[in-house]
């Protein structure tokens, strides 16, 4: 058995999100990743820097729209995580089109493969991020394969 000095982790495959959040007047979205903490609830975690305007929207609104990138968006989830929404409206920057079946309220780039809108169940502060768990309150899936992140690289799922 060989052993590797590479952290681990980079081998855990996630999918690659984005979490749009809203609130007057102000926008963002920002590439992250994302995962279950209960199926049958429905619960999610995701992880936020603290003091990014994504962090201020979630904790103004008490919602948040995690978006599961589609297999076309990579170069999108480059541009969203190497900009600070608090220096530029990203939607703008990048022309970042609307998905026209969302829900009005939903942020939602055109390609995506799925969104959950989520209400905000609880937070921690650890380390320079906050933690948000979100409720499920809305859903919606696309034809689009989702995007994947595994070891420093982007993948798209198939079926097996």
């Not at 995962?35 to 609830?41: A, L, R």
């Not at 979630?58 to 599961?68: A, E, K, P, Q, Y």
């Amino acid at each position: 058995m060989t052993l590797s000095n590479e952290p681990v982790f980079n081998w855990l495959p996630c999918p690659v999100v984005f979490i749009t959040s809203a609130h007057g007047s102000q926008r963002d979205i920002m590439t992250a990743t994302a995962m279950f903490v209960s199926e049958k609830e429905p619960l999610l975690q995701v992880s936020v820097a603290q003091n990014h305007l994504t962090e201020k929207l979630i904790l103004s609104s008490g919602r948040f729209t995690l978006v599961i990138a589609g297999h076309r968006q990579q170069e999108l989830a480059i541009q969203v995580g190497s900009v600070k929404g608090s220096d530029t409206d990203k939607f703008n920057k990048f022309s970042i089109q609307f998905s026209a079946a969302a829900p009005k309220d939903a942020l939602i780039p055109e390609g995506a493969s799925a969104w959950m809108v989520c209400q905000v169940e609880s937070s921690q502060l650890i380390k320079g991020y906050r933690l948000f768990i979100g409720r499920v309150v809305d859903q919606g899936a696309f034809e689009t394969p989702p995007l994947v992140w595994r070891n420093n690289s982007f993948f798209t799922l198939n079926p097996a």
